[in-house]
């Protein structure tokens, strides 16, 4: 079935190193990926996204692998800010469908 | 540019009750949708639009109702409310088959 699971549901890091937040899905008729953060209080806001096609895409300070062999994605964030904490989640769509199916979310941590 | 703006930000209500969220979203989105979000749970699908005059049911619709008028307007209605349903509330839009736009969220309690 479709479903979308995260390994971790807390990750906690010093400020300054990098995060890598993981992220697994089952249906591999999955063609678009995209990864979400949401700040308490708040909506979740766009990150990155990633289409089938392509195994990684860069933005600014974070970085999304994919791996359909697997069926495994990974948001990777670059010395971790204490800005950077949030609750992130990962989302997939089904070609052909039109609905984003979300993970639980992994809350993420940043220590002084 | 106002997004996608949800109203009420907070309501408390009556189990039996009815009430509508409102969603409102000023991008000319074709595609909108209203999720609910509950503790370890993720965000759900309840219904989405992928225009005027069309809606669909997501993955939790039972107790919900929505209709699409306008382009701009996606209202979600709860004809009786219960606690099961207590829960924020979101609504989101997109164009094509981009990233979501995400309102701020509306928190419902119902007692």
């Known amino acids: 079935g479709e479903s979308v699971g995260l390994h971790l549901p807390t990750l906690s890091v010093q400020e300054g190193d990098n995060s890598i937040i993981n992220c697994a899905y089952s249906?591999?008729?999955?063609?678009?990926f995209i990864w979400y953060k949401q700040e308490s209080g708040k909506g979740p806001q766009f990150i990155i996204d990633?289409?089938?096609?392509?195994d990684k895409r860069q933005g600014q300070r974070v970085t999304v692998l994919l791996n359909k062999t697997v069926k495994h994605l990974s948001l990777q964030i670059a010395a971790t800010q204490p800005g950077d904490s949030a609750v992130y989640f990962c989302a997939e769509k089904t070609q052909g469908a039109q609905k984003l199916v979300f993970g639980q979310g992994t809350r993420l941590t940043i220590n002084p | 540019n106002a997004g996608v703006t949800q109203t009420p930000k907070f309501q408390v209500l009556k189990t039996g009750q009815s009430m509508t969220l409102q969603c409102a979203q000023d991008m000319n989105h074709e595609y909108m949708s209203w999720y609910r979000q509950d503790p370890g749970m993720g965000l759900r699908l309840i219904h989405y639009?992928?225009?005027?005059?069309?809606?669909d049911q997501g993955e939790v619709p039972n107790g919900y109702n929505v209709s699409r008028s306008t382009t701009e307007d996606f209202p979600l209605r709860l004809l009786s409310a219960a606690p099961s349903q207590t829960s924020v509330y979101f609504c989101a839009s997109r164009v094509g088959v981009g990233e979501l736009f995400f309102g701020e969220g509306s928190r419902l309690t119902v007692l």
């Open positions: 639009s992928v225009g005027a005059g069309i809606t």
């Open positions: 249906n591999s008729a999955s063609d678009y």
């Open positions: 990633i289409r089938s096609n392509m």
